[in-house]
């Protein structure tokens, strides 16, 4: 570690236990195992240029302090199945958390809302009082009826589960196998009740393992187009702003054939004929590996991650995508690289004379904290922090390559935690979620909503990279900080 990287290090350092020492004794403890500052790797691990998977991660928040983490029924509805559009998800529960997750994460999708596409849609069984006493499996029943004759041309339904359901015992299994029989289609029911686990990653879990129980282990229900040897899956792209689609233009480009993608824009018969792919692309790790591991396990199916945030990213991931396939796919990976380069070109010329040398802090969910590091690189800006709501150790242990040594490490950092290093390192900018966003910029911070894009996008690929360059800038160098000075920054009068 160079000594800038080493002075870094320890105020960084002293940044934490100055932090730390606000906490009562037991929970000053807990906390330290989840902040730490970024170390050089070890002599004998030179692939990767820092470490930080010592960070504790996937425990449970102290009770009392503010957790920026969701749970395990947003990890599945508002993640995992509700980007699924020819789909009706009903929230089995209180109406509160069917409208608190409508209209989901902005993912974007083609159809006709109401008709043959339901994700922006709230449907839910509206638990009352006496629903909770003698239980809602009846209220199910009857809303699925109602679902098949309002919506008529829906695939299928999920039945997500909110907290009162693993109380009182309703058996969606039971009324979900009934159901489906009576109107001949897929119903999968989702044990994601929002008290299980330690945040939303529970619900991830979940999910993909719904997905592999009521979709995938339903033999001869695949329809499609016949098997061909480029066939891929996009898996883990919930089609952010448009996402998706540009990282599909890329990987068509190249000569594959996207059969699947999951789950943003996705359909469940693209689900049901995932396993006749030859390959698996990742994109949210935390979110999606479990089902990759499963159709690995049980179709033979490799399964691999990639990064479409920021051209070095972009082209490194193209051409380890492309050495899975033919020489074929190689050339056109390079000429695809190619075609693009005027574009990167122009992007960096414009914009990174006005970003060099800006400084970030990140907290997001559970990839964005690793994965936009490398946009940001791109464009000569240097991560000061970064952390994750709902990461495990691999995630940590992946982030190391991506990151410098000296950079602060927060993971599940609470409102007060953040608040306090955002003060004290001042960032020129912050990417985070929308609780986070106004008290930032009330200190006179920039900030973009990494979450879902501020309502921009797309940012993957090289088309989304020009936008992600443009709306750093516009967040960054914006005159509105010009017009006014921070309270604690004016003389007494």
Same mark, same amino acid.
């Given at each position: 570690m160079d000594?800038?990287?080493?002075?870094?290090?320890?105020?960084?350092?002293?940044?934490?236990e100055?932090?730390?020492?606000a906490?009562p004794?037991?929970?000053?403890?807990?906390?330290?195992?989840h @902040?730490?500052?970024?170390q050089?790797?070890?002599?004998?691990?030179p692939?990767i240029?820092?470490?930080?998977d010592?960070?504790k991660s996937?425990?449970?928040?102290?009770?009392?302090?503010?957790t920026i983490?969701?749970?395990?029924y947003?990890g599945?509805?508002?993640v995992?199945?509700?980007?699924?559009k020819?789909?009706?998800?009903?929230?089995h529960g209180?109406?509160?958390?069917?409208?608190?997750s409508?209209?989901q994460?902005?993912?974007?999708?083609?159809?006709?809302t109401?008709?043959?596409?339901?994700?922006?849609?709230?449907?839910?069984t509206?638990?009352?009082?006496?629903?909770?006493?003698?239980g809602?499996d009846?209220?199910?029943?009857?809303?699925?009826?109602?679902?098949?004759?309002?919506?008529p041309?829906?695939?299928g339904?999920s039945?997500?589960?909110?907290?009162?359901?693993?109380?009182i015992?309703?058996d969606?299994?039971?009324?979900?196998?009934?159901k489906a029989k009576e109107?001949g289609?897929?119903?999968v029911?989702?044990?994601?009740?929002?008290?299980?686990?330690?945040s939303?990653?529970?619900?991830?879990h979940?999910?993909?393992d719904?997905i592999?129980d009521w979709?995938?282990?339903?033999e001869?229900?695949?329809?499609?187009p016949?098997?061909?040897?480029?066939?891929i899956?996009?898996?883990g792209?919930?089609?952010?702003?448009?996402d998706a689609w540009?990282?599909?233009?890329?990987?068509?480009?190249?000569g594959?054939?996207?059969?699947?993608?999951?789950?943003g824009?996705?359909?469940?018969?693209e689900?049901e004929r995932a396993?006749?792919?030859?390959?698996?692309l990742?994109?949210c790790?935390?979110?999606?590996?479990?089902?990759?591991?499963y159709?690995?396990?049980?179709y033979?199916?490799?399964?691999?991650?990639?990064?479409?945030?920021?051209?070095?990213?972009i082209?490194?991931?193209?051409?380890?995508?492309?050495?899975?396939?033919?020489?074929t796919?190689?050339?056109n990976a390079?000429?695809?690289?190619a075609?693009?380069?005027? @574009?990167?070109?122009?992007?960096?010329?414009?914009y990174r004379?006005r970003?060099?040398?800006?400084?970030?802090?990140?907290y997001?969910?559970?990839?964005?904290?690793r994965?936009?590091?490398?946009?940001y690189d791109?464009?000569?800006?240097?991560?000061?922090?970064t952390?994750?709501?709902?990461?495990?150790?691999?995630?940590?242990?992946?982030?190391?390559?991506f990151?410098?040594?000296?950079?602060?490490?927060y993971d599940?950092?609470?409102?007060?935690?953040?608040?306090?290093?955002?003060?004290k390192?001042?960032?020129?900018?912050?990417?985070?979620?929308?609780?986070?966003k106004?008290?930032?910029?009330k200190?006179?911070?920039?900030?973009?909503q990494m979450?879902?894009?501020d309502?921009?996008?797309?940012y993957?690929?090289?088309d989304g990279?020009?936008?992600f360059a443009r709306?750093?800038?516009?967040?960054?160098?914006?005159?509105?900080?010009?017009?006014?000075?921070?309270?604690w920054?004016?003389?007494?009068?």
């Amino acid at each position: 570690m160079d000594s800038m990287n080493a002075d870094t290090a320890e105020m960084r350092e002293q940044l934490i236990e100055e932090v730390l020492a606000a906490y009562p004794d037991k929970s000053r403890k807990k906390r330290q195992k989840h @902040l730490a500052v970024a170390q050089p790797a070890p002599a004998d691990d030179p692939a990767i240029a820092s470490k930080c998977d010592g960070v504790k991660s996937n425990i449970k928040s102290l009770p009392g302090v503010m957790t920026i983490r969701g749970c395990a029924y947003a990890g599945s509805k508002g993640v995992v199945w509700g980007p699924v559009k020819d789909m009706v998800h009903i929230s089995h529960g209180p109406v509160g958390c069917g409208q608190y997750s409508w209209s989901q994460r902005r993912n974007y999708y083609t159809g006709t809302t109401g008709v043959d596409s339901f994700v922006t849609m709230q449907i839910t069984t509206d638990f009352q009082e006496k629903d909770i006493v003698f239980g809602g499996d009846k209220k199910l029943d009857k809303v699925i009826d109602e679902i098949a004759e309002l919506f008529p041309l829906a695939k299928g339904i999920s039945v997500q589960s909110e907290c009162p359901i693993g109380l009182i015992g309703d058996d969606i299994e039971a009324v979900s196998r009934k159901k489906a029989k009576e109107i001949g289609k897929t119903i999968v029911p989702v044990r994601c009740e929002g008290f299980r686990g330690v945040s939303q990653s529970l619900g991830h879990h979940i999910a993909n393992d719904s997905i592999r129980d009521w979709v995938l282990e339903k033999e001869g229900t695949a329809t499609g187009p016949q098997p061909g040897p480029y066939d891929i899956n996009i898996v883990g792209d919930y089609n952010i702003g448009g996402d998706a689609w540009a990282s599909r233009r890329l990987l068509e480009e190249m000569g594959l054939r996207v059969v699947g993608n999951w789950s943003g824009d996705a359909t469940l018969a693209e689900m049901e004929r995932a396993p006749k792919a030859k390959l698996n692309l990742i994109h949210c790790y935390r979110s999606m590996n479990y089902i990759c591991r499963y159709m690995e396990e049980k179709y033979g199916i490799p399964w691999m991650e990639y990064n479409f945030f920021g051209p070095s990213q972009i082209a490194a991931s193209l051409r380890a995508v492309a050495q899975k396939f033919d020489e074929t796919i190689q050339e056109n990976a390079e000429k695809v690289i190619a075609k693009y380069q005027p @574009l990167v070109d122009a992007v960096l010329a414009k914009y990174r004379p006005r970003l060099e040398g800006k400084s970030v802090m990140l907290y997001v969910g559970g990839l964005r904290p690793r994965h936009v590091v490398t946009a940001y690189d791109d464009l000569g800006m240097v991560i000061a922090g970064t952390g994750y709501e709902f990461a495990h150790a691999d995630d940590y242990k992946r982030t190391g390559e991506f990151i410098k040594e000296g950079t602060l490490i927060y993971d599940d950092v609470t409102g007060y935690e953040l608040e306090k290093f955002v003060e004290k390192i001042r960032p020129d900018l912050v990417g985070s979620g929308i609780k986070e966003k106004y008290p930032v910029q009330k200190m006179g911070i920039p900030f973009r909503q990494m979450h879902s894009w501020d309502y921009s996008g797309p940012y993957h690929g090289y088309d989304g990279f020009a936008i992600f360059a443009r709306d750093m800038d516009l967040a960054i160098n914006n005159p509105v900080w010009d017009l006014f000075s921070a309270p604690w920054g004016e003389k007494a009068a």
